[in-house]
């Protein structure tokens, strides 16, 4: 999906946050903070030196940077920021896959929490 820059940001502007606890820590105690472009910056005033973008957001404090390299089949959540994290190492770069059953139905009769996991789904190619 190619959105032009005025929907990029209207997007911004309006998007639901995610459910997080990382708004509420002080920023002495946020190790490290990401670019748009994904670029780890030790400092909230710094201009990304890939792509020269200010205001980078901040990385929760219990994010490692280690990438996990093994598939897990346990599935867990951070405490302070909700997002899904290894069970090993605790690292929050995962993918998380969901099996689907094999047949086509009808979402109009999803209720409400449903209806917004399977929008909230991540799309992947294979
Ligand atoms: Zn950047
Ligand atoms: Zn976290």
Redesign the pocket.
Same mark, same amino acid.
Request: with cysteine; charged share 15%.
């Given at each position: 999906m190619h959105y032009t820059e005025t929907q990029t940001a209207i997007i911004n502007r309006f998007k639901k946050p995610h459910i997080s606890n990382l708004d509420k820590i002080p920023e002495s105690e946020i190790p490290y903070w990401i670019?748009? @472009?994904?670029?780890i910056?030790p400092s909230k005033n710094m201009t990304?030196?890939? @792509?020269?973008?200010t205001s980078?957001r901040p990385m929760c404090p219990l994010d490692t940077l280690d990438v996990p390299t093994t598939i897990e089949a346990t599935l867990i959540t951070c405490p302070l920021c909700n997002e899904f994290i290894h069970p090993g190492n605790g690292s929050h770069d995962v993918t998380v896959r969901s099996r689907v059953t094999g047949y086509l139905a009808d979402v109009t009769n999803f209720n409400a929490g449903k209806l917004d996991e399977l929008k909230n789904r991540q799309k992947n190619d294979f």
């Open positions: 670019c748009s @472009c994904g670029k910056l990304c030196p890939d @792509c020269s973008a980078p």
